[in-house]
């Protein structure tokens, strides 16, 4: 979810931000959804298994091949200094869009389908499973999180042949078979479990130049077919290989769209954490808004597309205008210096 702000070349570069943003859409399509699946259109119900059929591990291999791109192939960030970068980008804004999410259930509890109670018992639940709180998506945080204290581990790992395949024997069946028990909610450990192979991915991708070798050879074709015949076979038989060929088929049409229309999701490619944190109480509104007033359920979806896309843009770039660091640290953005 890093601004890629490496110099090595528009395309070597331009196709990464054109994949955050592809990402960053169907993570909002697919929470655009409004009301009980029973009343969903078939329209929206196709999109939203599409969207949660790889979208997720898209995301995880996207901020691991940016991690090792603009962190580990650095020499400056040591350990410490990723860390602490990492808990003032993450662990901050998300405690914080927890607290607005906690205020909003609380001061408007009829319109909660997940009502939450004040008291020292919910609150340990609350930060301890972080899928159980009123902001659910601080379990993608505290994964992602995870992913970064586990830095000297893909150091090491990635520093030889044999042992990052050892790791991808171990990473692979980890997330096919680890253990579904409610404990492994706690501070999101399962999910550490679950998507560690594609944030693994994503790194050694990344280390190996292949995207590099694709573009030079002038064939950004080839991963859409490879990608596609894996989503096929994954649909068929695993949705592991959904994932992979999700993943795959969508770098794919990175470099395709990077070759025939660059600027493509330029408007919100730059902000996909903060469409991340603020998209899901944009879309909220517009839910509220088409639950009280008489609204074709197109055009409410369509809405909660738009706002949950640009409207945090725009709060993002307000924000950036003020450059005050306690505010930009609230939604994950940089001061300028």
């Given amino acids: ?29 697919g929470h655009s959804t409004i009301g ?5 259109p078939e329209y ?13 591990a898209l995301f995880m291999f996207t901020s ?31 405690l914080v ?67 990052t395949i050892i790791m991808l024997m171990f990473l692979i069946p980890l997330h096919l078979y680890y253990p579904h028990h409610p404990y492994m909610g706690i501070l999101s450990i399962g999910d550490l479990c679950n998507y560690a192979i594609w944030f693994f991915g994503g790194m050694l991708m990344s280390k190996s130049g292949i995207v590099n070798s694709i573009i030079n050879r002038n064939m ?28 795959i088929m969508s770098i794919g049409l990175s470099l395709v769209i990077d070759k025939y229309i660059p600027s493509m ?3 919100f490619r730059n902000y996909t954490y903060q469409i991340f944190l603020m998209g899901i109480f944009c879309q909220f509104l517009v839910k509220i808004i088409y639950s009280h007033v008489h609204m074709p359920y197109l ?20 924000l950036e205008k003020t450059n005050n660091s306690f505010l930009l640290c609230c939604v994950g953005l940089k001061k300028r210096s």
């Fill in 265 to 267: 999701f330029k408007g």
């Fill in 97 to 163: 869009f927890f607290l607005v999410a906690l205020g909003l259930k609380l001061a408007f509890p009829e319109e909660m389908t997940r009502k939450v109670e004040l008291g020292a018992h919910e609150l340990l639940r609350m930060v301890f499973f972080p899928y159980k709180n009123p902001f659910r998506e601080m379990w993608f945080i505290a994964a992602l999180f995870w992913m970064f204290v586990l830095t000297p581990i893909w150091k090491w790992t990635l520093g030889g042949n044999v042992r």
């Fill in 44 to 56: 929206a119900r196709v999109l939203f298994k599409f969207a949660y059929s790889f979208h997720m």
């Fill in 36 to 40: 009980s699946k029973d009343l969903w």
């Fill in 299 to 318: 055009i409410a979806y369509l809405l909660c597309i738009v706002v949950g896309l640009y409207i945090p843009v725009l709060i993002s770039k307000i």
């Fill in 220 to 247: 950004p074709w080839m991963p859409i077919a490879v990608g596609a015949t894996l989503y096929a076979i994954g649909y068929l038989f695993n949705p592991f290989g959904m994932k992979a060929g999700g993943i």
């Fill in 64 to 94: 691991g091949f940016l991690f090792f791109m603009t962190r580990l192939a650095v020499e400056k960030w040591t350990y410490k200094a990723i860390i602490i970068d990492k808990a003032k980008r993450l662990l901050i804004p998300g």
């Fill in 1 to 29: 979810m890093d601004k890629v702000v490496l110099n090595t070349g528009r395309k070597k570069i331009n196709w990464i931000l054109i994949l955050q943003g592809w990402a960053m859409l169907w993570v909002v399509i």
